[in-house]
């Protein structure tokens, strides 16, 4: 029932920026946190950074001062602000959508390609 949307995903060269988009099928005040995941060829799943209902954030020390999750309501849309992009970013950048109302729930979107290389 809950859909998750990626777009924004894309090839960029190193120190270059990439703004990411998921669009959550509901309003996404319904849902506890969403955030963004990134997965590499061959290495588990990371954590990107969240943003919970209250509009606190959290991110991976990797993409701190780099990188800005920020929401519009309005949309129910989250976004991804990816800057001063390293090769190291390079992965399928995956939205989270946790929902805590009837126990610990997570949606995930289909994923976006990011790319990082010259």
């Known amino acids: 029932q809950v859909q998750l949307v990626e777009s924004g995903g894309g090839l960029v060269q190193p120190g270059g920026s990439l703004r990411l988009s998921c669009a959550a099928s509901g309003s996404i005040f319904s849902f506890n946190a969403m955030g963004w995941y990134r997965q590499a060829p061959g290495k588990q799943r990371e954590l990107v950074a969240t943003?919970?209902?209250?509009?606190?954030?959290n991110y991976a020390d990797s993409v701190k001062g780099r990188f800005t999750i920020s929401r519009d309501n309005a949309r129910n849309t989250v976004y991804l602000q990816m800057n001063s992009l390293k090769p190291e970013d390079t992965a399928v950048y995956y939205c989270n959508a946790r929902d805590l109302s009837f126990g610990p729930k997570d949606y995930w979107g289909q994923g976006t390609q990011v790319t990082v290389s010259s």
């Open positions: 943003i919970t209902r209250g509009g606190g954030t």
